[in-house]
């Protein structure tokens, strides 16, 4: 069987501010998040997402983050499986932070 194929977008690509409708989930841990995360994201830690899948719009693009883009790979790659219209940052917040990006 072919292995799908991740969606994935570098953090470039991804206008600031965050447009009303798209949405970004962080899918990091709680002391992660609290460290530092995008204005406006969605936080979900990975191993919650199959629990709280119903919190998230499976028809609205989102944009799926963690730390390095590990974690946020699987994410994505199951969330699309689940019908979900999903894209990895590539490089997660390390790249996020590394291009000036905002953070709160």
């Known amino acids: ?4 194929s991740i969606p994935t977008t570098d953090v470039t690509a991804i ?3 965050i447009p009303e409708d798209l949405v970004v989930l962080d899918v990091r841990e709680d002391h992660e998040w609290e460290a530092g995360h995008i204005d406006g994201a969605v936080h979900i830690p990975l191993g919650e997402i199959p629990g709280r ?6 028809t609205v693009r989102t944009l ?3 730390h390095l883009g590990g974690r946020s790979a699987r994410a994505t790659q199951w969330l699309q499986a ?20 905002p953070v709160v």
């Open 82 to 101: 689940q019908g979900h219209d999903v894209t990895n940052v590539e490089g997660g917040m390390d790249a996020w932070q590394a291009a000036g990006r």
């Open 53 to 58: 899948i119903g919190e998230l719009d499976p």
């Open 1 to 4: 069987m072919a292995e799908q």
């Open 15 to 17: 206008p600031t501010p």
């Open 64 to 66: 799926v983050i963690c």
